[in-house]
């Protein structure tokens, strides 16, 4: 009896299928999906700005850092009011739950570029490197290109009794 006589082709499909099945089933990471995401642009001499963007995860993670090739420095940051002064400030990580979408907005958490090598124009795209970390201490990076809008894009409107004053 030859070889192939012993292990027909059947069933030697038979255990490929079954392997990558079960290669497939083993638990992956969960991928952060990022979505909506720009850059406020900038002006000759400015040389910080925001990344904003949205961020979902099937699974608890944090976004622990950030990096991108146009500044030289990248960090996670919030701004909160603080005895009626808003406040903006570095923060080690941002939590992503489970499920629920994250909003990175200006006036919020976002991701700030400082040490800008040269402005930011409407109309460019910016890479962003975010780096993500779960429960279980795995780390992921996902790279967005972000474009980057009017330096005017996200700005608040005056409030209501401000309208019309000088």
Do not use: C
Request: charged fraction near 20%.
């Amino acid at each position: 009896m030859n070889q192939r006589q012993a292990f027909p082709r059947h069933v030697a499909l038979r255990a490929a299928f079954s392997l990558a099945a079960a290669t497939l089933a083993l638990p992956a990471f969960a991928q952060v999906a990022v979505s909506d995401a720009w850059v406020r642009g900038t002006v000759a001499g400015q040389s910080a700005t925001g990344a904003f963007m949205q961020l979902k995860s099937p699974a608890d993670t944090s976004l622990v850092s950030a990096a991108s090739p146009v500044a030289k420095i990248v960090e996670i940051h919030e701004m909160k009011m603080d005895a009626g002064v808003m406040k903006m400030s570095a923060i080690e990580a941002l939590a992503i739950p489970a499920g629920r979408t994250v909003e990175l907005k200006p006036g919020g958490y976002h991701v700030m570029l400082m040490g800008l090598a040269s402005p930011l124009k409407e109309g460019e795209t910016v890479p962003v490197t975010l780096t993500f970390k779960a429960k279980d201490g795995k780390t992921q990076t996902v790279e967005v290109k972000a474009p980057v809008r009017a330096l005017t894009a996200g700005a608040r409107a005056p409030a209501p009794d401000a309208a019309g004053k000088h």
